[in-house]
C-alpha cells in the first residue's frame, strides 16, 4: 500500500524525524488555515499524487510553459494562484503515463534554505536478504540515471537484523553522504530512526529523495515516500485509513476484495493465470510472439468457483481487452473448478472476445469436457506455446 507525501511525513514526524512543518489541502477552503499556520515568506505547493516526477511533470490543462507540480511561492498570493491551478487538474509524469492522475490534494509546506541534497531509500536487498540503506550524494535526481551514469556514487549499506542500524552502521552512512559538524551528529541519530520506522511499520520502501543539509548545518526530510508490505497489513490496522482509493485501478480493487493477485498492464491480451511464476511466464511468451498482455493476474492455488468468475469479469471490464487467455497448471487448483468459473462468468458478463483456454494438471479431462460441451465459442490450446500463438493471432496478430 502506498501512502501520500503528507502521510508519510506525518509518520516520520511522529517517530522524531526532522520534517518542515506543512499542512494538507484538499479543497480551496484549507488553503487559509495553512497559511496562517505556516510562518513564510516561502512556501512549496506540492502536488499529492502516487507517481514520482511531480517537480518536471506537465499538467494537462495548462500551458505548456506553465510550473509543474511542485512548486516554490514566495507569498501568499502566489500560494493561492498555485492552488487554483493546481487542484483538481491533470498531472503528467514519466511515472503516470500519459493518462496522468488528477490532483485531487495538495501539501502547502514551510521553505527550506537547502545547501545541498541527498538520496535516501531503505527496502529489502534480495541478494543480501537484508534490509539496506542506499545512499547517494546526488539528491533530487533521478536515482536510475545516477546508478547509470555514475554508479560509484551509490552506496548500498546492509543491515543485520539483530543488531539493527547501529552507530557504526550510522557512521557508514554518514561518510557516504560526507558528512561533518551538526550534520553528522543529526546523521547518527536520523539513520537508526527511520530504519526503526521502516521495520516497525513493515515498510517495503522508504524513500528520501532529497535529504537535506540545511545552510545552517542541520539535515532534514524534504520529500518522503513509504509503501507497506501488504502481507502485514494484519499487524497494523491503524493504518488502513491512509489509503487512497481514488489513486489506485479500479480493478485493483476490486482484485483485492476476492484475494486475487492483479496488476493492470497497457497490453490488450488478458491473462488469467494460477501461481506467479506461470503467470510470468506466461506474459513473457504473449510478448515474445509480438503482443502485449493487458494485466498480471494470479489466481492462486486455493481459488474457488466465486473468486474464478470474478478473476474473469475483473479482466473483461477492461475495454482495451481484445482477447483473454486462461492458462492453468492444476496442481492445487483443480482444472474442472476454473472450467466452472469461466462458465459461469461468461453466462453473466457475456463474451465478446476470443478466448484460449489451455488446461492441465488435476481434473484436466473433467475440464476440458466442460468447456468442450458448453455452448462457448474457445479456443483451446495444448500447451502454452500453443495457446500463446493463437491468442496473438485472435486478437490479430503481433504488433
Same mark, same amino acid.
Given at each position: 500500500?502506498?501512502?501520500?507525501?503528507?502521510?508519510?511525513?506525518?509518520?516520520?514526524?511522529?517517530?522524531?524525524?526532522?520534517?518542515?512543518?506543512?499542512?494538507?489541502?484538499?479543497?480551496?477552503?484549507?488553503?487559509?488555515?495553512?497559511?496562517?499556520?505556516?510562518?513564510?515568506?516561502?512556501?512549496?505547493?506540492?502536488?499529492?499524487?502516487?507517481?514520482?516526477?511531480?517537480?518536471?511533470?506537465?499538467?494537462?490543462?495548462?500551458?505548456?510553459?506553465?510550473?509543474?507540480?511542485?512548486?516554490?511561492?514566495?507569498?501568499?498570493?502566489?500560494?493561492?494562484?498555485?492552488?487554483?491551478?493546481?487542484?483538481?487538474?491533470?498531472?503528467?509524469?514519466?511515472?503516470?503515463?500519459?493518462?496522468?492522475?488528477?490532483?485531487?490534494?495538495?501539501?502547502?509546506? !514551510? &521553505?527550506?534554505?537547502?545547501? @545541498?541534497?541527498?538520496? =535516501?531509500?531503505? %527496502?529489502? #536487498?534480495?541478494?543480501?536478504?537484508?534490509?539496506?540503506?542506499?545512499?547517494?550524494?546526488?539528491?533530487?535526481?533521478?536515482?536510475?540515471?545516477?546508478?547509470?551514469?555514475?554508479?560509484?556514487?551509490?552506496?548500498?549499506?546492509?543491515?543485520?537484523?539483530?543488531?539493527?542500524?547501529?552507530?557504526?552502521?550510522?557512521?557508514?552512512?554518514?561518510?557516504?553522504?560526507?558528512?561533518?559538524?551538526?550534520?553528522?551528529?543529526?546523521?547518527?541519530?536520523?539513520?537508526?530512526?527511520?530504519?526503526?520506522?521502516?521495520?516497525?511499520?513493515?515498510?517495503?520502501?522508504?524513500?528520501?529523495?532529497?535529504?537535506?543539509?540545511?545552510?545552517?548545518?542541520?539535515?532534514?526530510?524534504?520529500?518522503?515516500?513509504?509503501?507497506? !508490505? &501488504?502481507?502485514?497489513?494484519? @499487524?497494523?490496522?491503524? =493504518?488502513?485509513? %491512509?489509503? #487512497?482509493?481514488?489513486?489506485?485501478?479500479?480493478?485493483?480493487?476490486?482484485?483485492?476484495?476476492?484475494?486475487?493477485?492483479?496488476?493492470?498492464?497497457?497490453?490488450?491480451?488478458?491473462?488469467?493465470?494460477?501461481?506467479?511464476?506461470?503467470?510470468?511466464?506466461?506474459?513473457?511468451?504473449?510478448?515474445?510472439?509480438?503482443?502485449?498482455?493487458?494485466?498480471?493476474?494470479?489466481?492462486?492455488?486455493?481459488?474457488?468457483?466465486?473468486?474464478?468468475?470474478?478473476?474473469?469479469?475483473?479482466?473483461?471490464?477492461?475495454?482495451?481487452?481484445?482477447?483473454?487467455?486462461?492458462?492453468?497448471?492444476?496442481?492445487?487448483?483443480?482444472?474442472?473448478?476454473?472450467?466452472?468459473?469461466?462458465?459461469?462468468?461468461?453466462?453473466?458478463?457475456?463474451?465478446?472476445?476470443?478466448?484460449?483456454?489451455?488446461?492441465?494438471?488435476?481434473?484436466?479431462?473433467?475440464?476440458?469436457?466442460?468447456?468442450?460441451?458448453?455452448?462457448?465459442?474457445?479456443?483451446?490450446?495444448?500447451?502454452?506455446?500453443?495457446?500463446?500463438?493463437?491468442?496473438?493471432?485472435?486478437?490479430?496478430?503481433?504488433?
Amino acid at each position: 500500500m502506498n501512502i501520500h507525501e503528507y502521510q508519510a511525513k506525518a509518520l516520520l514526524r511522529d517517530c522524531g524525524v526532522p520534517i518542515s512543518l506543512g499542512y494538507p489541502v484538499l479543497s480551496a477552503e484549507d488553503v487559509d488555515k495553512a497559511l496562517d499556520a505556516l510562518p513564510g515568506p516561502v512556501y512549496v505547493v506540492k502536488s499529492q499524487i502516487h507517481a514520482g516526477g511531480r517537480g518536471k511533470g506537465k499538467f494537462k490543462e495548462l500551458p505548456d510553459d506553465a510550473k509543474g507540480g511542485v512548486r516554490v511561492s514566495s507569498s501568499e498570493d502566489e500560494v493561492r494562484t498555485n492552488v487554483k491551478e493546481m487542484l483538481g487538474n491533470t498531472l503528467v509524469t514519466k511515472q503516470t503515463g500519459p493518462a496522468g492522475k488528477q490532483v485531487n490534494r495538495l501539501y502547502i509546506e !514551510d &521553505g527550506a534554505d537547502i545547501d @545541498r541534497e541527498l538520496y =535516501l531509500s531503505i %527496502l529489502v #536487498d534480495r541478494e543480501t536478504g537484508r534490509v539496506s540503506f542506499v545512499a547517494s550524494t546526488e539528491g533530487g535526481m533521478d536515482i536510475e540515471a545516477v546508478a547509470e551514469e555514475t554508479p560509484e556514487k551509490i552506496h548500498t549499506i546492509a543491515i543485520d537484523p539483530e543488531a539493527g542500524c547501529t552507530q557504526a552502521d550510522a557512521s557508514k552512512l554518514c561518510d557516504a553522504y560526507k558528512l561533518d559538524g551538526d550534520a553528522r551528529t543529526d546523521g547518527m541519530k536520523l539513520f537508526p530512526i527511520l530504519y526503526d520506522a521502516f521495520v516497525g511499520y513493515d515498510m517495503s520502501l522508504l524513500e528520501v529523495n532529497p535529504l537535506i543539509v540545511m545552510t545552517d548545518g542541520h539535515l532534514r526530510v524534504l520529500d518522503a515516500k513509504v509503501s507497506f !508490505d &501488504g502481507n502485514a497489513e494484519f @499487524r497494523h490496522p491503524e =493504518l488502513a485509513e %491512509l489509503r #487512497d482509493l481514488s489513486e489506485e485501478d479500479e480493478k485493483e480493487i476490486e482484485a483485492s476484495k476476492h484475494d486475487l493477485s492483479y496488476v493492470a498492464l497497457d497490453g490488450d491480451i488478458g491473462c488469467m493465470v494460477n501461481g506467479a511464476g506461470l503467470a510470468m511466464a506466461t506474459m513473457d511468451i504473449i510478448k515474445l510472439y509480438g503482443a502485449e498482455p493487458a494485466n498480471f493476474l494470479d489466481a492462486g492455488g486455493g481459488a474457488t468457483v466465486e473468486r474464478v468468475t470474478a478473476a474473469f469479469k475483473i479482466i473483461t471490464s477492461d475495454p482495451n481487452v481484445k482477447g483473454i487467455l486462461v492458462n492453468i497448471f492444476g496442481g492445487i487448483l483443480r482444472c474442472d473448478v476454473i472450467a466452472e468459473g469461466v462458465l459461469k462468468a461468461v453466462e453473466e458478463v457475456g463474451l465478446k472476445v476470443p478466448l484460449v483456454v489451455r488446461l492441465e494438471g488435476t481434473k484436466v479431462a473433467e475440464g476440458k469436457a466442460m468447456i468442450d460441451n458448453s455452448d462457448l465459442d474457445v479456443i483451446s490450446a495444448d500447451d502454452l506455446d500453443d495457446a500463446a500463438q493463437k491468442i496473438v493471432k485472435a486478437v490479430g496478430g503481433a504488433k
